[in-house]
């Protein structure tokens, strides 16, 4: 099948499913033999993700009556084919041809006319970007314009933009293998341009590069990991032969890391989703490292824990992920606003229930990929209100003043937006 009804099928699964654009353009990919047919379908769902409402507005201004129903595909198909138009370089008349013959492809052979007239008519027009109201303008959903305007008076444009840039890509040495300058020597010697990041095992590559060019990386000696996420493992710090409780541990980057920073630890590695926690022991197997794997709600740790309680807990809780909208720019169209509450709710639950599970003087880690007070500071300040015996310890790298945890915002030292509070039960 042609690759652009391979895009609108992705398209579709997650603006009128639900679906998860990690899970839907995969199963798309998997069709397509070429590593550079797979780049381009992911470039085309990502960019509809990106700008959609803009498209959307355009291409429905082209239009007498909207599709609807199972035509809907065809819809998302002229979304992919007004984004070749207007964000990228493939020539008008292949980018219209192309994406007609996708829609005869997807069966739709009585609306192949439209395709065309409609992309033939944005071709001619020439029209601007639509840009009147704020989602146009900043191709994001209202309610998240004004949570962030609220949290960021001064910079929520800047974080905005930051989330539409496309992210670098950065590894995290394998400390159990190699030093990080010898990694950085191995890579350089392949002409990859690599940097090193601020935490201690963190390499940001000057471009994205597939994993199989990089030097060993089927045998471990690198991961793939933002370098926002390899703080927890510095931030935790676990100390030899400690218990530790990595409580949201799927797909396993972070329990990875603890084991890689401190191999002699006994880690307790659990989460909720089984189908996700799989992805955590295949991460271990490809490292060559262990950890009791166990499948279980970190809200009721008694269900399926009966050894001590912990020295060191990561709760690197559930949460809205708006601060990884650069990686994963679906989140803007299948987070809604009442979701913020839910997920607060459902992370207060699992802090104050984890909490009782560490042991006196020990640490607990949590973190999101949030840039949402509500889940961040708000969430740890209640925290600490409701808990006599939790101190928050500041984080060195978190900015002066009365700041409540480190939040990382999106494009900060080229991370991804992050929040780390680290408490210490007294
Ligand atoms: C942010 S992700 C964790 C990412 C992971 N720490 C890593 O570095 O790869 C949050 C995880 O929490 C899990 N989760 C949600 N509710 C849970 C619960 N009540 N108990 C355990 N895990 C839960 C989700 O399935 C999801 O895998």
Same mark, same amino acid.
């Given at each position: 099948m042609n690759l652009r009804a391979l895009a609108a099928k992705a398209v579709f699964q997650v603006l009128e499913k639900g679906v998860s654009l990690s899970v839907a353009l995969p199963e798309q990919q998997?069709?397509? %033999? %070429?590593g550079k047919d797979k780049a381009l379908l992911a470039e085309l769902c990502y960019g509809v993700m990106r700008h959609l409402p803009q498209l959307d507005k355009l291409v429905s201004d082209c239009m007498n009556k909207p599709m609807k129903g199972k035509q809907r595909i065809v819809h998302q198909l002229l979304l992919i084919g007004c984004y070749q138009l207007y964000f990228t370089r493939i020539p008008a008349h292949a980018a219209i041809s192309e994406t007609a013959e996708a829609c005869r492809q997807l069966k739709f052979e009585g609306l192949v006319k439209v395709v065309n007239g409609v992309l033939r008519n944005l071709q001619r027009n020439d029209k601007p970007l639509p840009t009147e109201n704020d989602t146009l303008a900043f191709n994001t959903p209202a309610w998240l314009i004004k949570r962030l305007q609220e949290a960021y008076p001064d910079s929520w444009e800047n974080i905005i933009e930051e989330s539409h840039q496309r992210p670098p890509m950065w590894l995290r040495n394998n400390a159990l293998r190699q030093s990080r300058d010898t990694y950085l020597a191995e890579l350089a010697q392949l002409e990859i341009g690599a940097s090193k990041g601020n935490s201690d095992n963190a390499i940001l590559l000057d471009k994205a590069t597939d994993v199989t060019l990089l030097p060993r990386f089927s045998e471990g000696a690198a991961s793939v990991q933002d370098g926002a996420a390899q703080w927890a493992a510095t931030l935790l710090a676990p100390e030899p032969k400690e218990l530790i409780l990595d409580a949201c541990a799927a797909p396993g980057g972070k329990t990875c890391h603890l084991l890689e920073s401190e191999a002699s630890i006994d880690l307790v590695a659990v989460d909720f989703d089984a189908k996700r926690l799989a992805r955590v022991q295949q991460n271990l197997d490809r490292l060559g490292l262990t950890a009791q794997v166990i499948h279980g709600d970190a809200a009721n740790i008694d269900a399926w824990w009966q050894g001590d309680k912990f020295d060191r807990i990561l709760l690197d809780a559930p949460c809205?992920?708006?601060?990884?909208i650069r990686r994963h720019p679906d989140i803007k169209w299948l987070r809604k606003s009442a979701d913020i509450e839910e997920l607060a709710k459902l992370q207060a639950q699992i802090l104050d229930h984890c909490w009782q599970w560490l042991k006196p003087g020990g640490t607990l880690l949590y973190a999101t990929c949030s840039i949402l007070p509500q889940e961040n500071a708000q969430q740890v300040s209640a925290f600490l209100a409701r808990t006599p015996d939790a101190t928050l310890v500041p984080i060195a790298q978190q900015p002066q003043g009365d700041e409540i945890g480190w939040q990382i915002t999106p494009g900060q030292d080229n991370m991804d937006g992050f929040y780390y509070a680290r408490l210490i039960k007294g």
């Open positions: 998997q069709k397509l %033999s %070429s809205s992920a708006t601060g990884v």
